[in-house]
């Protein structure tokens, strides 16, 4: 999941349970500007959480640990005991931190770069960095040096891999995904394949190698965000709109391209979601039939969506996203085996 897509996942979380909120919340130049002192509020703490997106982050850990259970259980004699034995915990331990390091930088560097738009939008105009309580120099600066400390401590207590696989994913998110927003809707994609990284950090972190449950959960991540992100965006088109982002949900006013890739990246998902069992053979079968029962259902909430584009449909299809991931992956964990049967 990218940090964008998680953040107003969460917030549509936050909308369920109120619906009378109405899911009101989404989800930068020089460095001389300085803070605004009559935007003066909130303390300097809360404004460095907000910009590192904590509980984004923090959702976002979760798949990074999918991945890091699914190495561990895919390994000749692996099993999830093994995740409590001091080799593989402090390993966890370690790149759950630096990920999280990362993932903060990340998030700073991405409000840095976009605070003039989020200054346009309504649910955007509060954060720090567009409300002046916030230096965007030192936001840039914080941004960099988290980086390169993020990097630097999985190199030393993780391993390369897993290092190089991460710095991808905050090379693609802040250098190309975040800048190509402004320019073409395809940016989604781009926003899609750093979202899909985080369980492959895990797994290499736990395996030091490329195998073929990281392709297979790569897939379906990747696969998985297109309508996750294309429901959100359809709820909040008009906010990007008046920020100026070509989104395909801005561009396309009758919804009807909106709703052909809805239900054709959902659809595509029904056979990847089966690839971890059917095709490289490290999940039981009770993975298959759960990853079959969820993605139909997940395709019936894609198809309501299509037929309809209401707000209130595209909400459904939001609360059924950030159910249908965790389910699959809890699952795929937990009936996971060393490829080939033993």
């Known amino acids: ?14 909308d369920a349970k109120n619906p009378s909120a109405c899911a009101d919340s989404l989800a930068e130049g020089a460095g001389g500007e300085g803070v605004k002192p009559e935007a003066a509020g909130g303390t300097l703490l809360n404004d460095l959480v907000e910009m590192s997106k904590l509980r984004i982050n923090l959702l976002a850990l979760v798949t990074v640990f999918a991945g890091f259970a699914l190495g561990v259980c895919t390994s000749p004699q692996g099993s999830l ?26 998030s700073i560097l991405n409000q840095y770069i976009e605070r003039d ?27 960099m040096v988290l980086s390169l400390a993020g990097l630097v401590y999985l190199v030393i ?13 905050t090379g693609v998110y802040v250098f190309f995904y975040t800048p190509l927003k402004r320019v073409t809707s395809f940016a989604l994609l781009v926003g899609a394949f750093a979202g899909a990284l985080p369980p492959v950090i895990g797994l290499t972190a736990a395996t030091g190698e490329f195998v073929s449950a990281g392709w297979s959960i790569f897939t379906i991540q990747f696969i998985w965000q297109i309508p996750h992100f294309l429901a959100i965006a359809w709820m909040y088109r008009e906010d ?55 993605s139909l259902v997940f395709l019936a909430f894609a198809a309501w969506f299509g037929v309809t584009r209401t707000r209130e449909t595209a909400r459904w299809l939001v609360l059924a996203s950030v159910v249908y991931l965790p389910v699959l992956f809890i699952v795929l964990v937990l009936t996971a085996k060393v490829p080939g049967g033993v």
């Open 1 to 14: 999941m990218s940090l964008d897509e998680g953040a107003l996942a969460d917030q549509q979380i936050e």
């Open 81 to 106: 005991s093994q995740l409590l034995s001091p080799r593989y915990g402090w390993l966890l331990l370690h790149v759950l931190a630096g990920s999280f390091i990362l993932a903060s930088a990340s």
């Open 117 to 143: 738009a989020d200054a346009l939008m309504d649910r955007t105009s509060s954060r720090p960095l567009p409300a002046g309580r916030f230096s965007p120099a030192l936001a840039r600066f914080l941004g």
């Open 157 to 169: 207590l993780v391993n390369p891999l897993c290092a190089a696989v991460s710095a991808v994913t």
């Open 240 to 294: 990007y709109g008046r920020a100026g982002f070509p989104m395909l949900t801005v561009v396309d006013k009758e919804g009807s391209a909106t709703a052909m890739r809805v239900v054709g990246w959902t659809l595509a998902l029904v056979p990847a979601s089966l690839m971890p069992a059917a095709v490289f053979g490290f999940a039981e079968d009770f993975y298959f039939w759960t990853a079959l029962g969820s």
